[in-house]
Each structure stands twice: as structure tokens, then as C-alpha cells.
């Protein structure tokens, strides 16, 4: 007489094993984790929201030290982006690629910083989800 082995009991902790490591994919990426309780998404969002803020740092940093350059040599300060010399202001968009718009920050008679504001998602100009960077000149 011979016995059939079946398998049974093999394939259902091979199913267990392969939806713990499922829920433990899925409690990696969307649960609370660490010390801050931020889950793996979080701190992906949370690392493009910083490249973006040093992105328009920087850009902020490059126009400030372009209007600074240029009142030096000609005794004026431009009063838009398009007056800045040898400047191509279409190529500071934001994300939407909505241009920004450069103003002087006046402290009497003299400009101490530059403010960059773009109309983020919506395209229009002085509400909530404008994006806005100061920036001290550098001079």
C-alpha cells in the first residue's frame, strides 16, 4: 500500500510568509515609524519639499546678487526681473511654470532684500498658495 503525500500544510505557511512580508512592506511604507512617527512617504515628500525650497534659494540668491552687481556698476536698482542685465527672466518658473515676479524690499530710501513670488497652482497673483521667497542682497 502505497501514501499520497500531499502538501498542504508547505503552501499555507508559504501564503503566511508571503503576507507578513506583504504587511510589513506596507507598514514600511505608509506606517508610522521612527522616532518623529513619519512613515517612509512622509520622508520622500518631506526630501522633495526640501529640494525644492534650496532650489528657490538658490535662485532667490543668483537675482539677489544680479540686482546687487547691477546697482553697484550703475548707481540703480532694476526694478523687475526683465530690467536685470544679461538675465533671462523666463527661466525662474515654478513648478506650474508660472514666472516669478522680482520686488525690491525698500527700508527708506535704500533695498535691503528682493522678494520672489510666483502664483503657484492656481495662476493667480496675492493669495494663500503664492510662492514666496525673501532674499537679502548681498551687498
Not at 18 to 29: D, E, Q, R, T
Not at 39 to 59: C, F, H, I, P, W
Not at 86 to 107: E, G
Request: hydrophobic residues 40%; proline residues 4%.
Amino acid at each position: 500500500m502505497t501514501h499520497a503525500h500531499t502538501r498542504r500544510g508547505g503552501a499555507g505557511i508559504g501564503l503566511l510568509v508571503v503576507l507578513i512580508a506583504v504587511a510589513i512592506g506596507l507598514w514600511l511604507m505608509f506606517g508610522k515609524t521612527g522616532p518623529g512617527g513619519s512613515s517612509y512617504m512622509d520622508k520622500v515628500r518631506d526630501t522633495r519639499e526640501d529640494g525644492e525650497n534650496l532650489a528657490l534659494t538658490m535662485q532667490a540668491r543668483q537675482v539677489a546678487m544680479l540686482v546687487a552687481q547691477q546697482e553697484m556698476a550703475s548707481g540703480r536698482y532694476p526694478e523687475s526681473m526683465d530690467e536685470i542685465e544679461d538675465f533671462d527672466p523666463s527661466t525662474y518658473v515654478d513648478d506650474w511654470d508660472q514666472p516669478f515676479q522680482m520686488t525690491l524690499i525698500r527700508d527708506g530710501r535704500s533695498v535691503d532684500a528682493i522678494e520672489l513670488r510666483s502664483p503657484g497652482s492656481d495662476g493667480v497673483l496675492g493669495n494663500d498658495d503664492d510662492i514666496v521667497h525673501v532674499e537679502r542682497l548681498p551687498l
